[in-house]
């Protein structure tokens, strides 16, 4: 089994040591910043559980939580294992089917063709924090309480009304040239539309009532797109504004432990911003990296090869001598 290192400058474009992240400014103190982080990132899971409590045993369900838990983790690691660590940054090399699968469910989570996620993605590590950065809540972003909101909201959700019509494919000539994923790429709209059929029929089947099916379309296919889409557009966000830097990046991307269980290893960022190749994103024991322990038993498996991690010396040289905690200033 290969475990190679991780080097990301095959087409992410990894930091230069020697490269400083611009510096913003903030109009909020540390603690109100933490505060505002805590309620957007906690509050809208918590509306959902509370609606979910309000309606159970009537238009919520064990069938309906069953379709909301297995769609939300499967296509969840859709995005993380297949869209992001196989396509945008080759982190390990895996079969043809289960490449095809990942990239199905991927598909299924409705946050974009394959392409066109690939591309912007390779062009936020390439860009990172910068002009050209899709989804920067630092670049462009003007003073006071408003600007830091706009700059915030911008990253989480506004760059999709703003960036979608600019072309990546510079960012992805290994895509393009490859039939099988352009043909599963342009079929997008069939696997959106299977995300909510599915659990549709499964509930439907479970229950053998149209309204289990019903119920199943929108706790395992509505309400699991708009939770999982929060918990990506987080990593956009809140990643690059709440939490620690562990190493040395040319930007403000951060380690940030609930991000890092919500979306399944993808919110130690700041790990990740480091070593953009590595198949591990959770590098300390107690960094919980889902994505990387699937990863690890296909390794184990014989289904993934070539994974690529840091080595020691590598995450020596790149370390920071001291954790900066201050979010503000930065
Ligand atoms: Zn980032
Ligand atoms: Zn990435």
Redo the contacts with the bound molecule.
């Keep these: 089994m290969a475990v190679l290192e991780s080097d990301s400058s095959i087409d992410c474009g990894e930091a230069p040591e020697s490269a400083t992240a611009a510096t913003t400014d903030s109009p909020l103190t540390r603690t109100q910043m933490h505060l505002a982080m805590l309620a957007a990132v906690t509050l809208p899971p918590l509306g959902v559980m509370w609606a979910m409590y309000l309606l159970w045993g009537g238009w919520f369900d064990w069938s309906g939580l069953v379709a909301l838990v297995v769609m939300y983790i499967a296509t969840g690691l859709g995005v993380t294992i297949g869209y992001?660590r196989l396509f945008?940054?080759k982190a390990f090399v895996t079969t043809t089917p289960i490449s095809v699968f990942l990239m199905i469910l991927g598909g299924m989570s409705a946050q974009g063709p394959l392409i066109w996620w690939v591309g912007t993605?390779r062009r936020h590590?390439r860009h990172s924090d910068q002009e050209e950065d899709p989804h920067s809540p630092h670049a462009h972003r003007a003073r006071g309480v408003i600007g830091w909101t706009k700059g915030f909201l911008h990253a989480h959700v506004g760059w999709l009304f703003t960036s979608t019509r600019e072309s990546n494919h510079q960012y992805v000539p290994d895509l393009l040239g490859n039939p099988t994923i352009m043909r599963i790429n342009r079929l997008f709209p069939l696997w959106v539309a299977a995300g909510l059929v599915l659990p549709g029929i499964v509930c439907g089947l479970v229950t053998m009532t149209w309204t289990g099916a019903a119920l199943g379309v929108l706790w395992g296919g509505l309400i699991r797109m708009f939770l999982l889409h929060h918990s990506t557009w987080s990593i956009n966000s809140v990643c690059h504004v709440w939490g620690w830097r562990d190493y040395r990046s040319d930007d403000h991307s951060r380690n940030n432990p609930v991000m890092g269980i919500l979306s399944f290893g993808e919110g130690w960022h700041n790990n990740?911003h480091a070593f953009?190749t590595s198949a591990r994103h959770g590098l300390k024991w107690w960094q919980l990296d889902v994505s990387w322990l699937v990863i690890r038993s296909l390794q184990a498996c014989g289904l993934a090869t070539h994974v690529r991690l840091p080595t020691e010396s590598r995450m020596k040289a790149r370390r920071r001598g001291r954790p900066l905690r201050n979010v503000v200033n930065q």
């Design positions: 992001h945008a940054h993605h590590h990740h953009p």
